[in-house]
């Protein structure tokens, strides 16, 4: 019996430290293809189980099993591979690029490509991302040039932004990705107004929410999942669970809830978890609940199981707070690996084909990179005009404006 005496205050603890060995033996894994599909038009209630298990395809010997399965072809896993390793390649060269003073900050997404990469072949054009700073595979999967991208990174004479956005916070209404904001939490309600609009305009477009597994302790979270319920508001609600907020372990965040899913339940929303590295996993997930929502049948919560095998930014050591080796011991495996393993299996691959694709790769990027660098970097060549700084904010520009910009010379 509890001691109802003196009271205690609770603070999660992880599992282990920095120095000691890394332990995941509190993630339940199922067995791939275990999981149920059901009806698009399920009623919530009889899939609450669902916010506790993990959805999978590709089982361990690379085969695509299960109710999920099926819905790609050869030819489309082949393209998101290729998603995948070019983020990934992407991803290095810009690391690099900040090492060496080009820009001054950097955020990868080594572990966690095919959440974003897969999700963004299951949405149709016009539809709305709003997305954290980790899903640049969103952009990448739509044909976004990587040159424009690295301008931004850059900041320099042709960012599309003009140098007023933090590197890595990409925008382009073109491609269905809302502007990042550094404010965490704040784009999930947002999405869920946007999705809102388009209900009430009678628009097909649908949204898209994205949040990281720290970021759900924040109210906006909460408010979201209120007026997406209330008013079935045609919206996805992802919630990327990589296992570490920056020095902060997923346990502080999910409280006593169990898993991120399972928040959605008190609100009546069917929530789901899906294995964040099988690329064939995170597709079919997403294609059944952009579905649900644009069927009229409103938002789903989706908790994508991953892990951030990177530092949380290029100001970030994480080998201050986990284990340097706990990335080798997560059981999910690596998304480009466990795709490319899969495509071997289909015989319409090889570990030849591999390697020559990713020297194509890296030579892509590396041309994108030189042509981005001729326009400027962070501390040479050209930047953005100071007079961009007074344009495009106001429809008609106020008088004491004008003025500011008449006294600057531009």
Not at 1 to 25: I, K, N, Q, Y
Not at 34 to 54: G, L
Not at 255 to 260: A, D, K, P
Not at 262 to 287: Q, W
Request: glycine share 8%; net charge neutral; charged share 20%.
């Amino acid at each position: 019996m509890a001691d109802a005496g003196m009271l205690r205050f609770h603070v999660p603890e992880p599992e282990v430290r920095p120095g000691g060995t890394p332990d995941f033996s509190n993630v339940t894994i199922p067995k791939a293809g275990s999981v149920p599909r059901p009806e698009i038009d399920v009623d919530p209630r009889t899939i609450r189980d669902m916010a506790f298990s993990i959805i999978r395809v590709l089982n361990r010997a690379g085969e695509a099993v299960g109710p999920w399965a099926g819905l790609l072809t050869d030819e489309e896993l082949l393209e998101g591979l290729r998603h995948m390793m070019t983020l990934r390649t992407f991803d290095a060269r810009m690391q690099m690029a900040q090492r060496q003073g080009k820009t001054s900050f950097y955020m990868q997404h080594l572990g966690e490509e095919a959440v974003s990469c897969a999700f963004r072949k299951a949405l149709k054009p016009g539809d709305m991302n709003f997305p954290t700073y980790r899903q640049a595979g969103l952009l990448i999967a739509d044909g976004y040039p990587m040159v424009t991208m690295m301008n931004q990174i850059y900041s320099n004479e042709a960012d599309p932004l003009k140098g007023r956005q933090l590197p890595i916070m990409y925008s382009s209404k073109e491609h269905g990705f809302f502007s990042i904001s550094g404010n965490l939490a704040t784009q999930y309600i947002q999405a869920v107004g946007w999705a809102m609009a388009s209900a009430i305009s009678k628009d097909s477009r649908i949204a898209a929410a994205w949040i990281g597994d720290g970021s759900t302790a924040e109210s906006d979270f909460h408010a979201a999942l209120v007026f997406a319920s209330t008013y079935k508001a045609p919206v996805v609600l992802n919630v990327v669970n990589n296992q570490w907020a920056i020095s902060t372990f997923q346990g502080i965040a999910r409280g006593g809830s169990g898993t991120f899913a399972a928040r959605g339940l008190g609100f009546g929303i069917p929530s789901l978890r899906v294995d964040g590295n099988d690329y064939l996993a995170v597709h079919a997930v997403a294609k059944w609940a952009i579905e649900r929502a644009r069927r009229n049948l409103g938002p789903t919560l989706v908790e994508y199981v991953t892990y951030r095998v990177g530092a949380h930014s290029s100001s970030d050591d994480p080998s201050a707070y986990r284990p340097k080796a706990e990335s080798d011991a997560w059981p999910l495996g690596d998304p480009v690996v466990r795709l490319k393993n899969h495509l071997i299996h289909r015989k319409v691959w090889s570990e030849d084909r591999h390697t020559q694709a990713e020297a194509e790769i890296l030579e892509t990027v590396i041309t994108a990179q030189k042509e981005a660098e001729s326009h400027g970097t962070l501390h040479a060549g050209g930047k953005p005009s100071t007079r961009d700084m007074f344009e495009g904010v106001y429809a008609e520009m106020p008088p004491h404006l004008r003025r500011q910009r008449q006294q600057a010379g531009v």
